[in-house]
């Protein structure tokens, strides 16, 4: 039930933003963010936007799983 | 997806299961770490991260489905409710065909009752806006992720000066679920891989008093399959180290603090009550009630309805397995008497049950 989709803030119009992910256009409310803008991505649940996505610290996670790869894992050729 | 995808990549994936196996490799014992989130039951089989496991680790399901949690007492009132005429129920799709004592929403609805499935309660309150002969009554079931939407969803009707929206309250909140389950001594949990969108709103501290009171390790965790695999290594990590911390892995959303933003919402609208568990039980101050301020929102204050004695259905383990004492498998009803189509569990209800998620995904 706790399910959320990440999407990316379309259009913003009196506290509804419109959100976009492949292709699909849905409103969500805004009333548990501020300081939302066009372009952020945000994460969907019921029709609330309920966290903004921080792309720093995105990258750092994947960052962590390159260095695991790189030291050595990986599928078998 | 942005985002989602990245988080899927199965030459990462098959690198961590090495790192892990690895860090695990002189560890003597098994350790049980327990997710308490349906979004993970599902992610856990979905990937099937359990097989892929070293012998070491043992994941099991908590919790964590709020449907599966909810009395059978809760669902009877609903029933209730949508035998009444001038009543439309609203609610999230997978509570409609939760078995009560005697009949569920979806036969309800077949007998002709309006029961209407909504993907959000801000569309309830549209649907009672438009509706002002009707009394619209919402179901609020879930836990912190979702209690601060149906929070909203009374703010937004109140604004609207609607006098026919009203919530049917059965909102529960984790940490407090957590600390009960910790205390069983039967239950030897040796870490929590902690619900990510839970943790979003309440944040990564909210599970520090669990850390320190039973020194048992919290690590919240996302719901791709690479997330879920870091989220297991630095619980083991800790297990094998002795040590018992709050970390986060799902940095990219969930902060210390949560957002505080949801959380005034959510404490503008809700007060801490105690709750009862489907299975579980009683748990002191872990259930949302409807403060005295929004009383003219709350369905149970505002329409009393006759309902009759709950009554729970025999043999069904749910229970046990709510608390990850025993798996689907060991129930005699699982695969007999109840399957997806006819279940008589609450976890065989919804798609994030355990028993619903083992038919799908087990062999």
Redesign the interface.
């Known amino acids: 039930m706790c399910l959320a989709v990440p999407m990316q803030v379309a259009e913003i119009l009196a506290g509804i933003a419109v959100c976009e992910v492949d292709g699909v256009r849905r409103e969500a409310s805004l009333m548990m963010l501020d300081d939302v803008e066009v372009g952020d991505y945000v994460l969907i649940h019921a029709g609330f936007a309920i966290e903004k996505i921080d792309p720093v610290e995105a990258e750092k996670t994947l960052e962590i799983f390159r260095q695991v790869l790189d030291a050595g894992g990986g599928l078998d050729p | 997806?942005?985002?989602?995808s990245?988080?899927r990549?199965?030459?990462?994936a098959?690198?961590?299961?090495?790192?892990i196996s690895a860090e695990v490799a002189d560890y003597a014992g098994r350790m049980t770490l327990m997710e308490v989130?349906?979004?993970h039951t599902m992610s856990i089989y979905q990937h099937g991260i359990r097989s892929l496991l070293p012998e070491q680790i043992r994941l099991v399901s908590g919790p964590g489905?709020?449907?599966c949690v909810t009395p059978i007492g809760y669902v009877d009132r609903a029933v209730a409710y949508a035998r009444q005429p001038e009543v439309v129920i609203a609610t999230?799709g997978?509570m409609i065909r939760v078995p009560g004592s005697s009949s569920s929403l979806l036969r309800e609805k077949a007998k002709g009752a309006a029961v209407q499935i909504v993907?959000?309660?801000?569309?309830a309150v549209k649907l009672a806006a438009k509706n002002p002969d009707k009394q619209v009554i919402f179901l609020g079931?879930?836990?912190e992720?979702?209690a601060?939407?149906i929070a909203?969803s009374i703010?937004e009707a109140a604004r609207l000066g609607l006098v026919n929206y009203a919530v049917l309250c059965g909102h529960k909140t984790m940490p407090a679920a957590m600390a009960a389950l910790t205390a069983d001594p039967h239950l030897q949990v040796a870490g929590y891989l902690c619900?990510?969108?839970?943790s979003?709103?309440i944040g990564a501290e909210a599970y520090r008093p669990l850390v320190e009171a039973y020194r048992v390790p919290c690590v919240v965790t996302g719901?791709e399959p690479?997330?879920m695999l870091?989220g297991i290594q630095l619980l083991a990590q800790q297990v094998v180290a002795g040590l018992a911390e709050v970390e986060n892995?799902y940095?990219?959303?969930?902060k210390p603090e949560g957002?505080l933003?949801?959380l005034e919402?959510l404490q503008q609208v809700f007060e801490p009550c105690d709750a009862d568990w489907r299975g579980i039980g009683p748990i002191p101050r872990s259930g949302l009630q409807i403060r005295e301020e929004f009383a003219a929102f709350d369905a149970e204050r505002q329409l009393p309805v006759a309902v009759e004695e709950p009554q729970e259905h025999k043999g069904c383990l749910c229970g046990e397995i709510l608390k990850g004492k025993v798996s689907p498998k060991d129930c005699p009803l699982f695969r007999r008497g109840c399957t997806p189509e006819n279940p008589v569990g609450a976890c065989m209800v919804?798609s994030?049950g355990t028993c619903a998620a083992e038919y799908k995904y087990g062999c």
Request: net charge negative.
């Open positions: 997806m942005k985002y989602s990245e988080y990549d199965p030459q990462m098959a690198a961590m299961l090495k790192a989130c349906g979004t489905c709020p449907v999230f997978d993907y959000s309660p801000l569309d079931v879930g836990f992720t979702t601060p939407t909203g703010l619900p990510a969108h839970v979003a709103v719901f690479l997330d870091r892995e940095r990219r959303i969930v957002n933003r949801a919402i919804s994030e």
